[in-house]
């Protein structure tokens, strides 16, 4: 009987709570959006390029939507566990979170199942940011352009060795997909972090890398490492100097880093339009503009159809690749999140 009682106490304790979600998302209907605070989830740890892209917009976005945007910031597997928290909240406006290269395009790629899928399980407000990548060599390596240094690979195949801060790293897959570009072969040398990777490329153990332009811009006015080339499609506004992979023979190649927002799927058009209206104000807003650009990044900002497809092409262009180059790793795969079947909206 005591087993029946609390089996019992259970089911109703569960249609109550049923009852309640039901009631708030109905009265939230009828109310302007939004009625209180919003979850931002930023799927890595603090101090990072996306916490910073967050704590910069976030704000402001806050500012103009009349509610505090409360930063989530929620790491583990390479962004898996964050963004399974994203896929798998209300879509009631109350939980955004910022999506990334890896999360949406190379940890899917390399692991298959990460407990979301990056197209169904969201919908895309606006892509934020940009970042392009520098191919930086050693000055043993002899070669100053991308046609010298193709030149020399194909001299010495495999026998280049360049380094990475792991496997499916933007880095890594940037090498891979030059490499098949230009025809030729590398050595991959891959590290656990990208700062160990510019020490031993700048200590000579290592002679190629692509990586960002502030962890290698002091090495290179110092002369110990040299600049060939940018990794998107146009040139750097901060390093006019630095040719592009694109013009320098490889026409469409472009391997950028870049971060948007995203919301749990079949979010309501209203909350869709408000949220990618107020996040394109506060992005392009002059202080956030400069804040970004100060370090690397280039304000995209695109209507919600623009980012969805950009995510699209994203994640065709990086699975083929993988693919082709057979690169698997339980890295990323984490377990799903043990989510109970009826979630009322978060609460800050």
């Keep these: 009987m005591a087993i029946l009682y609390k089996q019992l106490l259970q089911i109703v304790t569960a249609m109550a709570v049923a009852l309640s979600c039901h009631a708030s998302s109905q009265d939230s209907a009828t109310l302007p959006y939004p009625q209180?605070?919003?979850r931002f989830v930023v799927?890595?740890?603090?101090?990072?390029?996306?916490?910073?892209?967050?704590?910069?917009?976030?704000?402001?976005?806050?500012?103009g939507l009349g509610q505090t945007i409360?930063?989530?910031?929620?790491?583990?597997?390479?962004?898996?566990?964050?963004?399974?928290?994203?896929?798998?909240?209300?879509p009631d406006g109350y939980t955004i979170g910022l999506a990334y290269i890896a999360t949406i395009a190379i940890n899917p790629a390399i692991s298959g199942d990460v407990g979301y899928n990056p197209l169904q399980d969201f919908t895309a407000i606006t892509q934020l940011?940009?970042?392009?990548?520098?191919?930086?060599?050693?000055?043993?390596?002899?070669?100053?352009?991308?046609?010298?240094?193709v030149a020399l690979a194909k001299s010495k195949p495999g026998q280049l060795n360049y380094s990475s801060g792991g496997v499916g790293t933007i880095g890594h897959l940037s090498a891979e997909l030059l490499q098949q570009a230009a025809g030729i072969k590398f050595n991959h040398i891959a590290y656990k972090g990208s700062g160990q990777a510019v020490i031993d490329l700048v200590g000579g153990h290592v002679g190629i890398m692509f990586g960002g332009l502030a962890a290698v811009s002091g090495h290179a006015k110092n002369g110990k490492l040299k600049l060939i080339a940018v990794t998107g499609k146009e040139r750097m506004p901060i390093a006019p100097e630095i040719p592009t992979i694109h013009e320098s023979g490889y026409p469409g190649f472009e391997a950028v880093g870049w971060?948007?927002?995203?919301?749990?799927?079949k979010l309501p058009k209203p909350i869709l339009q408000r949220l990618h209206g107020e996040t394109i104000k506060a992005a392009r807003q002059a202080e956030s503009h400069k804040k970004l650009t100060a370090i690397g990044f280039d304000i995209v900002t695109n209507s919600p159809g623009e980012f969805h497809h950009y995510m699209q092409s994203e994640i065709h262009k990086w699975q083929k690749l993988v693919k082709q180059l057979q690169i698997k790793s339980s890295l990323y795969t984490l377990p799903k999140l043990d989510l109970p079947p009826i979630q009322c909206p978060l609460t800050a």
């Design 43 to 63: 799927p890595f740890s603090p101090g990072g390029s996306s916490d910073t892209i967050a704590r910069i917009i976030g704000p402001v976005a806050g500012e």
């Design 36 to 38: 209180r605070s919003i």
């Design 70 to 90: 409360v930063l989530d910031n929620r790491s583990g597997g390479n962004g898996v566990l964050g963004t399974q928290k994203i896929a798998h909240a209300m």
């Design 129 to 149: 940011t940009a970042s392009a990548n520098v191919l930086v060599i050693h000055p043993a390596v002899n070669a100053s352009t991308i046609k010298e240094l």
């Design 259 to 265: 971060f948007g927002l995203i919301a749990p799927a």
